[in-house]
């Protein structure tokens, strides 16, 4: 396995780039191999250097972004890189786009410098897991069913995927409630017995929050996806038990099915008897 995840920074922010650069280069296991101040510059160093993770800028000079997430897509690379994406812009439009163009994760700035090097770790550790099949979500319809032990990786990965292909923007704090909640109820779904009472408070400990706001921003991430997400991947997901057209499905109701479907896609047993 490689030592450390080589990152390339794309920010025409000379101050904030070094900025980055400087942080990054002091964490254990990670360490920037290149700098680009535009995109035509970050195609040109995306070929030369070939890093694990791009952390790219939506606005720049030249070339933009999105148009750094399209050139990629239409190049024939031996190994594309994982794409975290950064701007002021927070919307819904931007980050579905960006989303839809292969980007892993999409952070508005002001941001916590560690959750960015958290958010690093865990795409490249998806790409490590995912690497050992041939499918991006595991579905595995052919392959062995995995054992309980070391299963983790896989359900963070199932749960991001199918996140990513509903349409929830990334960048919403309901985007890692839900996450957080639909991983815990596979893990325990005792915890799914009251999500008011136990659920709820769960995921507000581990992001040091209220279940209220646990609540509300779920609810709005799921509005989010229902008006803006993909329509197509919600019907296939959701099939007759929800209905796209009437309307979204309420926070016990969302994260009930998306677990159910996680467990069949991974053949993971209910887990009752905790």
Excluded: C, H
């Excluded at 969302?254 to 479907?261: E, L």
Aim: glycine share 6%; aromatic share 8%.
């Amino acid at each position: 396995m490689k030592e450390e995840i080589s990152v390339l920074i794309v920010d025409d922010n000379v101050e904030f780039g070094d900025l980055l650069n400087e942080y990054i280069n002091q964490t254990e296991g990670i360490n920037v191999i290149g700098k680009a101040r535009d995109g035509l510059q970050a195609i040109e160093m995306i070929q030369l250097l070939k890093p694990d993770v791009v952390i790219l800028d939506v606005v720049m000079p030249n070339l933009d972004g999105i148009g750094v997430l399209e050139k990629v897509n239409s190049m024939q690379l031996a190994k594309k890189p994982l794409f975290i994406m950064l701007s002021a812009i927070g919307q819904d439009l931007f980050v579905q786009q960006a989303i839809a163009l292969g980007a892993e994760y999409y952070i508005v700035k002001p941001f916590d410098i560690d959750v960015l090097i958290s958010r690093i770790r865990q795409i490249y550790r998806e790409r490590l897991t995912t690497s050992f099949t041939d499918s991006k979500l595991i579905t595995r319809s052919s392959q062995q069913k995995p054992k309980t032990q070391g299963v983790s990786y896989n359900l963070e990965v199932e749960v991001t995927g199918l996140m990513r292909d509903i349409g929830i923007p990334p960048n919403m704090a309901g985007y890692q409630y839900i996450r957080e909640a639909i991983i815990l109820t596979i893990n325990n779904a005792k915890l799914f017995s009251s999500i008011t009472k136990v659920l709820y408070p769960e995921v507000a400990k581990k992001f040091n929050t209220t279940p209220q706001k646990v609540e509300r921003s779920i609810r709005s991430a799921i509005e989010s996806a229902w008006n803006r997400g993909n329509a197509d991947s919600i019907d296939a997901l959701f099939g007759y038990t929800i209905n796209y057209s009437r309307g979204k499905p309420t926070n016990s109701e969302f994260i009930a099915m998306m677990a159910d479907r996680i467990r069949i896609n991974l053949g993971i047993a209910q887990r009752n008897d905790l």
